[in-house]
């Protein structure tokens, strides 16, 4: 498919793109599981004595999010274990003569690559790869390697311009991301295939429902998502009380295409049979049979948890995507962690994607080795669960081929 750093050799003038996107409150850029992963693919480049040359972005222009990578450059070196230098340009004379001035072994961080005006243009590879950003940097450095798996859904510069004009190879984390995530379509599983479907985003989870049909035998439903589905299964629920704004625009959105899921797959889409909510500052819970939505439902109850958790000992492999409540409230996490408990004591192939499901893995003290697979990926990992193509690993795939 592609090449890997197993391909790279030694002592090279590398270009890396990674994908340390982060939440940023106050103008602090958070910590997070990207900087420990692509960390390792940064740590192996110097230990092979290359001359690292680092690219990323941050938010997008015009948002609180979109800050210099000053910040990042200091997080990443934390990790990698090595000093990681900044300089506050992408591809001007500054950071070329930063890029020129590096030694082996050496790790140079370039400016959010979405400062550059060529960055986020819409345009094919051939025209990227023309653009002032890759014609300048090209002919800096040897190779390029990509490991910005979760930001492959983009055909950003920085992300399909640099495999037309260098040798190109994966990094570790597009590699294991790829692999792992695109498992589920070739169904090589010995038994059946759950997927556990969760979270705020109605469409999110309808697409992938959509686009796998055979590959899966249990689609286990929760969160936001799974009172939808509730609602038009015929129950009193999945609609905003309190003036929320959770439930009815996505219910206006979304609900005939829910009511055909429901009707095509019946026997294969398992709803809650048991909700928690919010009493007395306590967590209690109700059957859904009769019940009549006067609060929010934040969690799924102990009966679906139990039920869940059987269907997931029968599977051969676990597909996680969304959280089935509010697990940030530890009051409400009961459902998304005892799904992942469920996960964590079988010996099943299992994949736990989105950004803020995964972060349960760290709060209530699971272990990733847990877990076949963690991904770092939101919009990337929906989108390989439902097939389609990642430019940017399109773009390696290309290079592969052509040399
Ligand atoms: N019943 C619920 N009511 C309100 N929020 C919920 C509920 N169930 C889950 N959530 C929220 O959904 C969020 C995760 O949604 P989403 O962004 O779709 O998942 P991910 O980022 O993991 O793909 C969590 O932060 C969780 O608090
Ligand atoms: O964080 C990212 O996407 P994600 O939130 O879907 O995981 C990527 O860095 C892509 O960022 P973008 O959605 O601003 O292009």
């Not at 900044?86 to 950071?95: E, P």
Request: net charge negative.
């Amino acid at each position: 498919m592609f090449k890997t750093l197993d391909d790279l050799g030694s002592g090279k003038r590398v270009l890396v793109r990674l994908d340390l996107n982060s939440p940023v409150e106050d103008g602090i850029v958070k910590d997070n599981r990207r900087f420990t992963r692509h960390a390792r693919t940064v740590h192996e480049l110097v230990e092979s004595g290359h001359r690292v040359v680092v690219m990323a972005h941050q938010g997008r222009p015009g948002r609180d999010s979109f800050v210099s990578l000053d910040q990042h450059a200091d997080l990443l070196a934390e990790y990698v274990g090595t000093p990681v230098a900044f300089v506050d340009d992408v591809h001007g004379d500054r950071a070329i003569a930063a890029v020129r001035d590096l030694g082996a072994g050496e790790v140079l961080m370039l400016e959010n690559v979405r400062m550059s005006e060529d960055e986020l243009p819409e345009k094919t590879p051939a025209e990227h790869a023309d653009s002032a950003f890759v014609r300048a940097l090209a002919p800096e450095v040897d190779c390029y390697v990509n490991d910005a798996y979760s930001a492959a859904h983009r055909a950003h510069a920085s992300l399909v311009g640099f495999p037309r004009r260098l040798p190109a190879y994966a990094g570790r984390v597009m590699e294991s991301e790829y692999e792992a995530n695109t498992s589920i379509a070739s169904r090589e599983f010995d038994g059946p295939v759950t997927m556990v479907l969760g979270g705020a985003k109605a469409t999110d989870v309808i697409d992938v429902m959509s686009a796998l049909d055979d590959e899966i035998d249990h689609y286990l439903l929760g969160g936001i998502v799974g009172e939808l589905f509730l609602r038009a299964a015929g129950h009193d629920v999945g609609y905003d009380v309190d003036d929320g704004e959770l439930y009815d625009h996505q219910w206006a959105d979304n609900a005939d295409r829910i009511r055909e899921l429901l009707a095509e797959r019946d026997d294969r889409i398992h709803l809650p049979v048991d909700l928690a909510y919010e009493h007395d500052d306590d967590r209690a819970e109700m059957p859904i049979e009769g019940v009549a939505k006067t609060h929010p439902l934040l969690d799924v109850g102990a009966s679906t948890i139990a039920d869940y958790g059987e269907i997931i000992e029968d599977s051969a492999a676990v597909f996680v995507k969304g959280a089935l409540g509010v697990f940030e409230d530890e009051r409400f996490s009961d459902g998304t962690v005892g799904v992942l408990e469920s996960i964590a004591s079988t010996d099943c192939f299992s994949v736990i994607g989105g950004g803020d499901t995964s972060r349960a893995i760290e709060l209530y003290g699971l272990e990733e080795d847990y877990f076949s697979h963690v991904s770092i990926a939101g919009g990337a990992y929906v989108r390989a669960l439902t097939g389609q193509t990642l430019p940017a690993v399109e773009a390696l795939a290309e290079n592969c081929r052509d040399r």
